[in-house]
């Protein structure tokens, strides 16, 4: 069994306003992605805004990173944007964090997400003590 050091690739988006740089950024994030369970931050500080465009295009990026049972989590996410995964149900989908340094150490200490773990709903009950 190979044991290998699972890092963490932070990637910043493009504006994506013309076809090469979308290209470029694919071409970049399939070669992170060909790993076993990649993690991947991508930047978003210098997106101008989220169209449907752009939203197509990360879900491609997480399916690309979920097919070889990895995530993507996006960082420093514009309000506006923000405001479009929310309204779209992407935000569900991704994790995102203020800046891309929260977004990797977020990889690292797991623990410290708790809060948005799919499991959080899950709760344990004790029976009473006269219920026997």
Known sequence: MTMQA???TAMQL???T???QVGAFWREFSDSAQV???RIVIDCSKLPCMDQAVLLFLLSCLEEAMKRNGEVRL???PADAKAVLESTGAARLFKTFATVVEAIDSFRRP???RDSHPWRSI???EAPADAA
């Open 14 to 16: 493009p504006e994506l």
């Open 75 to 77: 960082a420093a996410v």
């Open 123 to 125: 709760h344990t009950f």
């Open 6 to 8: 699972r890092t963490v």
């Open 111 to 113: 623990w410290l997400d």
């Open 18 to 20: 013309n076809s090469n």
């Open 36 to 38: 076993s369970r990649p």
